[in-house]
């Protein structure tokens, strides 16, 4: 492409946004935070650097620079400004396309909605028409998902992505169309390129993207996400995670969808390093043990459960690299992550949801923890922490009290208590939806629903959400804890615990288990096992284990325990 070298020489002119807010006081000592002023910023620095690797739905391997991922996605931006498109919606796998337009779109200064393409297509059609959404960039996979919001909003129009090998400066399919379009009328209306952009937004306060909720319960909510917090979040990860401690490039690759939580804002957070983005389709557990042993990839993030099939995956061997696992999404077990360090996999364990920009506290791994047992080592790992350096420190408060009252636990590991948060990274609120956004804030915190003990340390521990506690003959029962005491079986593979109604005590637990390949097992082998091998307690013991081929899981993995509560009362497990 024409005139590649004098657009990139105006990249470290894109501080100056498209518009500019009212001026303040020694305005000239601070800037607006925007996370997409990292692109431009690599691009300049490394433009030659590698940020994108992937393996195209055509099976090839397609290698971009920063200077050719920057100049992509600065093309979609022209073209939607081209339009005057104002909200633009996201229905794909972690691809290329995904994560240009994630730049893109903001530097257009316009907001994204990215979709889970595992929803139903009503629940998609509701969330993009929730989300007033003015046109969609959609895999090609994943276009037939959108028959019933085509049929609600036909004047919608869709950019299809083939997801296919193309030469970065010879765009092709109608997403390519899309960037070639922008590039000719940023030509026409000057050639600024970046420095025509909002690499810094206008008002850091303003929405980058609507990111729904998994809508398990109830109608998805769109949490709205800021410039300001996307890059809070982004700069907290970026040192959490460790994504520049080392002296090569951090090789991130994409397990976690981006859909989910603009991907814990780490599309954001590995530009922010200039590190190599290894998107990737699908989870494939081959395909990840290859990436993992022959381009030697650093990092990557995965919930307890894609990390546990990892580390049982016929191809898991040590590796002879360090590898940086951020783990969350639920409780990981501490037989878990001695399973991956084992592999040289090792975990960072965060904490968070959606309405926190995903990471929120972290499991700090204190150096004095190397002298102790390995069972308490890992134990002390597997706590959810304290919370993140861009946010202020995670708190534990009382339940039994009036709505809107904030008065904190002991700090005994025993008092049970509820996750709040405050500081940078909570989201702005709920979109339409002020009754939600004031229970979520009721008492000026961020209320999480889960249920946790605040040590001595300060560190948290996630017990469950309220209604995953078992509550039988008067003793509470954490499912979490159950879960972990049962991973220890050395034949069971993933366990999810929940409550079924007992006459005489109320409630009492049901595992339902998976089994470890080439394993045989029965329920009644576990229960036999949890009674006189395992050290569990009496009353926690389940007596029911129901051996089953796969347990449900949302797009991150997580069990889905509203499920498992289905299958108890006897419905239809084809449809799970």
Not at 55 to 69: G, H
Not at 149 to 166: E, G, M, W
Request: glycine share 8%.
């Amino acid at each position: 492409m024409s005139g590649v070298s004098s657009r990139l020489a105006s990249l470290l002119a894109h501080v100056k946004p498209g518009s500019t807010p009212a001026p303040l006081e020694h305005s000239f000592n601070r800037h607006t935070l925007s996370p997409t002023f990292f692109l431009p910023r690599a691009a300049a620095i490394e433009p030659d650097a590698e940020a994108i690797y992937h393996v195209t739905a055509d099976n090839q391997i397609l290698r971009r620079s920063y200077r050719e991922t920057a100049e992509r996605a600065s093309g979609f931006a022209y073209y939607l400004k081209k339009h005057g498109y104002a909200r633009v919606g996201i229905l794909a796998p972690n691809t290329p396309a995904f994560l240009e337009s994630i730049f893109g779109i903001a530097a257009a200064g316009l907001i994204n909605v990215a979709v889970n393409y595992r929803l139903k297509g009503e629940d998609i059609a509701y969330i993009f028409e929730h989300g007033g959404v003015d046109i969609i960039l959609v895999d090609k996979e994943f276009e037939p998902l959108l028959k019933t919001y085509r049929a609600q909003n036909p004047n919608v129009p869709f950019l299809v992505d083939d997801d296919k090998f193309s030469e970065p400066w010879k765009p092709i399919g109608n997403f390519g169309a899309a960037i070639q379009e922008g590039w000719d009328y940023d030509k026409e209306v000057g050639g600024h390129g970046w420095a025509g952009l909002e690499a810094q937004a206008a008002d850091e306060e303003s929405i980058i993207a609507l990111a729904y909720t998994s809508g398990t319960t109830a109608r998805p909510k769109g949490v709205e996400y800021t410039h300001r917090g996307c890059y809070l979040a982004a700069v907290g990860n970026l040192i959490e995670s460790g994504l520049n401690f080392h002296s090569g490039r951090a090789k991130y690759l994409w397990t976690l969808p981006m859909f989910h939580a603009m991907g814990w804002t780490f599309p954001w957070a590995v530009t922010a390093a200039r590190g190599t983005h290894y998107c990737l389709r699908k989870i494939d557990y081959p395909m990840i043990w290859r990436l993992l042993k022959e381009e030697k990839v650093t990092h990557f993030n995965a919930a307890p459960t894609v990390n546990t099939l990892l580390c049982n995956d016929p191809n898991a061997e040590k590796l002879s690299h360090y590898v940086r696992v951020t783990v969350a999404a639920s409780p990981p077990t501490p037989h878990l992550f001695e399973q991956m360090t084992n592999l040289n996999l090792h975990p960072v364990h965060v904490y968070g949801m959606t309405e926190t920009y995903g990471p929120i506290t972290k499991g700090y791994h204190l150096p004095q923890w190397e002298d102790l047992p390995l069972k308490e080592k890992y134990q002390k790992m597997a706590r959810q922490g304290h919370g993140f350096i861009t946010s202020l420190p995670v708190r534990v408060i009382k339940t039994e009290v009036p709505e809107g009252t904030v008065t904190d636990v002991q700090k005994d590991g025993k008092e049970i208590g509820e996750i709040v948060f405050v500081g940078n990274i909570c989201a702005r609120g709920y979109y339409k939806d002020p009754e939600a956004t004031r229970k979520l804030f009721a008492g000026g915190v961020l209320h999480s629903g889960d249920l946790a003990v605040w040590h001595p340390d300060g560190a948290i521990q996630i017990l469950d959400r309220a209604k995953d506690i078992i509550i039988s003959g008067g003793e509470n029962i954490s499912s979490v804890a159950l879960e972990s005491m049962l991973a220890t079986h050395p034949d069971i593979l993933e366990v999810g615990v929940v409550s079924v109604p007992d006459s005489h005590w109320g409630e009492r637990p049901k595992a339902f288990v998976t089994v470890k390949s080439s394993k045989t097992l029965e329920g009644k082998d576990v229960i036999a096992w949890a009674r006189n091998v395992s050290g569990i307690s009496k009353f926690m013991i389940p007596r029911e284990v129901e051996v089953v081929s796969e347990l449900p899981k949302t797009s991150t993995g997580k069990i889905r325990k509203n499920v498992l509560r289905e299958w108890v009362k006897g419905s239809d497990r084809s449809a799970a």
